[in-house]
């Protein structure tokens, strides 16, 4: 929707431009044509979702083509406007790309009036509908039931959603206005799952995409100019504020430190490491606690490669699971206590599915593999309480006691 409604703005502009060329002649321009044009910029933008619904519910066209349409259909309109003004007023055709594209180094001190009043104007109102907006925005049937305005809140979620798009397009432009919509609120997803703190992050980085924005253009425009003076090269603002913003959201969707993708293969190949690692322990409490073994003798039960045991092995020395002597390994004291917890949680599990849930003895060994490595202490004392201490698993092997029975023994 913020993409269709974006380029629906454009037309406005040109349209906006236009009035003020007619009304005023040439006089007091630079005044009005920023005004006129997000007022005609506001006025396509809602003709435009006024279209889209009239679309959808009266001739039953699906929504994503019906925007796909408005959007086609008023872009199309605005460049056709555009390339007829750039014949008949040039100096304002100028003036009306600086909307297609953006550029903030022509903005002067009557557009911070305007996008400044206009973005407390949007917080405002974000502000005193918040409990609203936010029970409308996820659940409308739970809006409806507590008797909100559905309709009149759709409607402020729309109006809300056209100022923040009139007041981005002169900085960025109609073109890339869609992407400074989105990135922001992506980025900050990755931090929070509550809508309040959301909001706030995704207004911090559109104030760093934006500053970071205009400085790199200026930056980096000057040093292009200083190393090819010959060349007329520049770094556009709009661009490089989107660009900014992409990056921002491309190092939060890897690095958050909850729903990075980096920290979360991280997290899974750590989780898979500790699991190698207790079910190689497990392997050498069952076959012999005070065994020694190669590690030609572990491979065997582990299908990993033989240089990751090693590692595995080099790990399990350093935290005084395992001694080494020589090419062999041997469980140590607390190795031995280790490795016969991660057992008893497994039999605990097979015994809970065989007779609490009424599994099949010969299907819960697989489950039980999964599981022994997730179950927490608190849960270990639920299941122990639930099954009434049990000695033996379904297949009538002994389950061996907890730390606390091994302590009082």
């Known amino acids: 929707m913020g993409e269709a409604l974006s380029h629906a703005s454009y037309p406005g502009v040109i349209l906006g431009v236009l009035i003020s060329a007619l009304l005023l002649g040439n006089g007091d321009l630079w005044i009005w044509v920023p005004i006129m044009g997000m007022v005609g910029a506001f006025t396509t933008s809602l003709l435009a979702l006024y279209c889209i619904h009239y679309m959808e519910k009266s001739h039953r066209i699906r929504p994503d083509s019906a925007m796909c349409f408005i959007l086609s259909a008023f872009f199309g309109i605005g460049i056709t406007m555009a390339s007829r003004v750039q014949f008949t007023h040039t100096a304002l055709y100028q003036q009306s790309v600086n909307y297609l594209y953006g550029q903030a180094a022509t903005m002067t001190d009557i557009h911070i009036v305007l996008y400044g009043a206009l973005s407390v104007l949007v917080i405002t109102m974000i502000l005193l509908f918040y409990k609203e907006l936010k029970a409308f925005t996820f659940d409308r049937d739970y809006a409806k039931s507590l008797g909100l305005q559905v309709r009149m809140l759709d409607t402020i979620v729309f109006i809300l959603l056209t100022l923040a798009i009139v007041v981005g397009i002169r900085s960025v432009g109609v073109v890339l206005m869609s992407a400074m919509l989105i990135a922001p609120a992506v980025a900050a997803r990755q931090y929070t799952h509550r809508l309040i703190y959301m909001l706030l992050i995704s207004g911090l980085i559109g104030v760093l995409s934006g500053l970071f924005g205009n400085i790199l253009s200026v930056e980096l425009t000057e040093y292009l100019q200083n190393l090819y003076p010959k060349d007329r090269l520049a770094i556009p603002t709009g661009p490089m504020i989107v660009m900014v913003a992409t990056v921002i959201c491309i190092v939060s969707l890897l690095f958050a430190p909850e729903r990075g993708l980096v920290v979360r293969l991280a997290r899974i190949a750590y989780f898979r490491y500790r699991c190698l690692t207790e079910n190689v322990m497990k392997s050498m409490w069952r076959i012999g606690k005070e065994l020694w073994f190669s590690i030609d003798d572990i491979a065997r039960y582990q299908m990993v490669s033989s240089f990751y045991l090693r590692f595995i092995f080099y790990r399990l020395s350093k935290q005084g699971w395992v001694e080494k002597r020589g090419d062999k390994y041997r469980l140590t004291i607390d190795g031995i206590?280790?490795?016969?917890?991660?057992?008893?949680?497994?039999?605990?599990?097979?015994?809970?599915?065989?007779?609490?849930?009424?599994?099949?003895?010969?299907?819960?060994?697989?489950?039980?593999?999964?599981?022994?490595?997730?179950?927490?202490?608190?849960?270990?004392?639920?299941?122990?309480?639930?099954?009434?201490?049990?000695?033996?698993?379904?297949?009538?092997?002994?389950?061996?006691?907890?730390?606390?029975?091994?302590?009082?023994?």
């Open 337 to 409: 206590h280790r490795s016969a917890h991660i057992v008893r949680l497994h039999r605990l599990w097979e015994v809970y599915l065989a007779d609490y849930l009424g599994v099949g003895a010969e299907r819960v060994h697989r489950s039980a593999e999964e599981m022994e490595h997730i179950i927490t202490p608190e849960l270990e004392l639920e299941l122990t309480q639930l099954l009434k201490d049990p000695k033996v698993d379904p297949h009538r092997q002994p389950i061996p006691p907890s730390i606390v029975e091994e302590a009082e023994l």
